[in-house]
């Protein structure tokens, strides 16, 4: 069971504990082998799939044309730049968001330490900030105008820039921190959840084997968790990959930027689709790379026993050390852009009282809903057909639905505009053509369009939640439910609905706070005279005045909230057999 | 099976006809005019409410900053919307080529507005015009004229702020460049303006006089009504106390202007209401409002800017036709990339 990778001085018992905890066993591939499923697992994923990738296969439909000199020029001029800086953001926001997640989640679920409980609720909070908030939250404060550079001048007596050093925010350096100190909250999750279910008795057994609780980390929890790891980090890049708010702000040169200058400055729509669709082939290899790597891994465990977790203490000076170190995170994903806003606010408190501001918090509650709803039910269809009727269409098929999550919202919105509107202008042909009259748009303009271009964009969240708690039920169950007479839809109700709540709630809470908090697509697809509280925010900050933006920016941080906590419950009290803490 | 696949399209055939009548009633009867806007909503409400307060006629708004004219060509015929507002020329023009718009013929615009400021076919026209100026340190910079070309002269080096090459106002002040220079002095100018920067070029113009507020640099490239904007906000007020405003050029071939503008939708359903707001957009009082509002330069002739603007002395616009910009825009973005301006100074 090299997929693993136990190392090579572990001692043979042990592989073999890990080989029967984590392998599949025999009969189950034997079984997997046998059954066939009905055609209509495929056609209805083919169909749902199909709708997920619109936007996507629009985009390349787009790109099919000729594009004039856009790559010649973009290859002689600035995407070599971009295409490293890109690369460079992506890795250091991938290793930022891995290295903070796990360690954060695996202090922890694993040890006890003073004020663990609220640490743990705190590190989900990030989340429900918009980047592109926390870009202009930590400009305001670092530039060289700002009140930290001004404080250092006024102490030292500088007074130009030639003067002292002092990192530079806009930067890729500056934008790796800020979009992994709020990107970091995914990986933590996913990484949560997966140690949360991991079998106490698996780790057990690797101690009384002599592996110290380090050493049991990287040899046994690690492996069982990397899908949850992966699936953390992949969201991680796909969000960093579609920013464009923060990064712009921020003044670091990315593909995407690149994406915008050929489209709204050239004219070169054909060109820009084709720069996405290169970064969409990018993303789609990175993560069929990483999925070979794991191959058929199997990372759930055939034990059914469960224990409580049985925490180290760390006590002393230690602890609060830990609680110090452990809660980092989260002042730097929103303790501190928080203070900043607070600040703001203080002065414009005015934008709270208009009426236009209620509506806008209702609509990104109503929208928030919907498209959570929708998302968890779509995900959690395609990811019990991969696991009951997986063949070689619907397993590729299930994990590209979740590809609109890597284009910029922009680029998705025009892939979505252009199919719905050909399909609006088609019926309305047809219509007029048969009854004399006009049906006009019937989707393009929608709050329905907007509720799909939500389900399409953030698919991959509740799709990569769903999956990985899908993952870790033995398929032992689905054999035992099955040869007692469940069908598989059954089954589905009976025994994985039961056992993915947790799993479900956190993607629905997931998918809620994303489309909270998303921008650019709402801005292009919304209806008339109609407002969400990102863009009511836009609306101000677009004109430079961030600061009577931010009480707008500070409610989607409170609406947020709330979904935010209920997040972290559903998670701490996922475990089998014990509910809560 | 046949007559199983009529029942199936029976009720199909029923809900379309359902929906179309519903469709066509609402066009019907409602007094209204949808607008799509490249220009943010606080710029342009006042000017909005105001239209419905005088013709009852409701108007119907979205913003968006990137995508509407995309969003109008795949609407196609069924677009619903009627007018299309931009924030800068380079949107109209792009809007004209892509075949959303459509001419207008009006006595009532045509009479207030300058040829200058129309299509000559009719496509779109201008409401304000803001002109692209330095703001420099009232305590740093003695001098009280300056040119655009002196920009680039090594004596500023390390001292000008401004936004990203690529952001379209930047794109036009550049595109007039080559326009006066040639593309190979224009490419030696950018190349010397980006050596000069202080910073990267990022953020937006208020930020650029922020940061002269602070120290950073000594000049500032913005817009004009950025200057008003940020007199009436408590925190900014002092960086705007900090600057003066000089007007590039002001001695020879006059002051870069770009406009915000308008153009008829070339499907719009209800053309006559759109008409109407263009005429009353143009006319004296919308005007004023934009001038004392937003502190923009009118577009109409008669109309005088709003007594602050006056205060930072008299704009003389560079006469560049803005066919001629827009049509160098791709020129502009292109040489951004080229001398790598947005990676900034030392790059």
Redesign the interface.
Known sequence: MTELSPGPSLRPELKDVVRRLGGVPERVLVWRARRRASPGWTATVAAIVAVMLMPVAAIFWISLAPSGDAWS??V???LP?ALVTTLLLAIGVGILTLVTGTAAAWLVTMYRFPFRGAVDRLLVIPLAMPSYITAYCY?DLL???GPVQ?ALRGLFGW????DYWFP?I??TGGAVFVLGSVLYPYVYLTARASFVQQSVCALEVARTLGRTPMGTFWSVALPLARPALAAGVSLVLMESLNDLGAV????V?TLT?SI??T???????VGAAQLAAVMMICVTAVIVIERLARREAMSHHTTGRYRSIPFQDIEGWRGYAAAALSVLPFVGGFGIPLVILLDNAA?HHDRFLSLDFLSASLNSLMLGVLAAIAAVVIALFLAYARRVAGNGFIRPAVRAAGLGYALPG?VL??GL??PL??L??W??G??RE??G??????L??SLAALTLAYVIRFLAVALGGIDAGMDRISPNLDAAARSLGETALSALKRVHLPLLVPALGSAALLVFVDTMKEL?AT??L?????DTLA?YV???A????F??ATPGALAIVVVGLVPVLLLHQAVAGGRAGHRGE | MRTSSIHRLGPF?AA??A???L??ST?ATAQEV?VYSYR????ITPMLDAFKAKTGIKV?????????I??MA???????ADVLLTNEF?LLS?AK?KGVTSPVTSAAIESVLPASLRDPEGHWFGLTRRARIVYASKERVGQDAITYEELADPKWK?KICIR?G?H?YN?SLIASMIAHHGEEKAEAWLKGLKDNL??????????AV??V????CDLAVGNTY?MG?MLK???QAAWAEAVKILFPNAADRGTHVNISGMAMAANAPNRENAQKLMEFLVAPEAQAMYAEVNNEYPAAEGVKASALVESWGSLKPDPLALSKIAEL??K???L???V?F???PGS
């Open positions: 020029h973009l002689a001029t600035v730049e400009v530039d060289f105008a001004t007074t130009s820039p030639a530079d806009r930067s712009q702000h921020l003044g040169q930027a915008y200058a489209w709204l400055q050239r004219s070169n729509i002065t922009t919105a025009i505009i252009v509107s050909g609006d202008n019926v309305d047809l219509v048969h009854f009259v006009s049906t006009g748009l019937i393009s303009g650019p801005l292009l919304r209806p008339f005279d109609f863009t836009y609306g101000l677009a004109l430079e005045q600061e009577e | 055939a379309a006809a929906l179309a009548a469709a066509v066009v949808n943010e909503p606080d710029l119907r708004f979205i913003y968006a900053k990137e995508g509407l995309e969003r795949a609407e196609g015929r069924n677009s619903p380079g792009e080529s390390g990203s690529q379209t794109i202080a910073r990267k070029p990022a953020g937006g113009d208020r930020e922020r940061d507020k602070a120290g950073l950025y904007a906000n408590p925190e825009r791709k502009a973005s292109e951004v990339d080229k790598k947005d990676l900034g």
